[in-house]
Nanobody, 124 residues
Framework: QVQLVESGGGLVQAGGSLRLSCAASGRTFRLCTMGWFRQARGKEREFVAA????????YYADSVKGRFTISRDNAKNTVALQMNSLKSEDTAVYYC?????????????????WGQGTQVTVSS
């Protein structure tokens, strides 16, 4: 069992930066693929970024590639999402998720545990 709590969301102007953090509890965290997803109002939840258990492999949606960076610290049971050059279209609730398998890292269905989400609002 893994429990996830996100923090770091807020209101930022376009072009600005935010850093989201996800604190995890549970002994199996360091074995999990970790992902960030987002859901804008009226839209489906979509993949943003993922990182494998060791941190050696990272994956990004095309829409955030080059602007967002995912990282993890297994000693502290945390995963972070650094978001730079934010755009209004990045406005959404951002969710941290953990998967026991890395096979479907880009799919909502590939994850076993979810946080409650944190709101990110980018004003233009």
């Amino acid at each position: 069992q893994v429990q996830l709590v996100e923090s770091g969301g807020g209101l930022v102007q376009a072009g600005g930066s935010l850093r989201l953090s996800c604190a995890a509890s549970g002994r199996t965290f360091r074995l999990c693929t970790m992902g960030w997803f987002r859901q804008a109002r009226g839209k489906e939840r979509e993949f943003v970024a993922a990182i494998n258990w060791s941190g050696a492999n990272t994956y990004y949606a095309d829409s955030v590639k080059g602007r967002f960076t995912i990282s993890r610290d297994n000693a502290k049971n945390t995963v972070a999402l650094q978001m730079n050059s934010l755009k209004s279209e990045d406005t959404a609730v951002y969710y941290c998720a953990a998967a026991r398998s890395s096979t479907w890292y880009g799919a909502v269905s590939g994850y076993d545990y979810w946080g409650q989400g944190t709101q990110v609002t980018v004003s233009s």
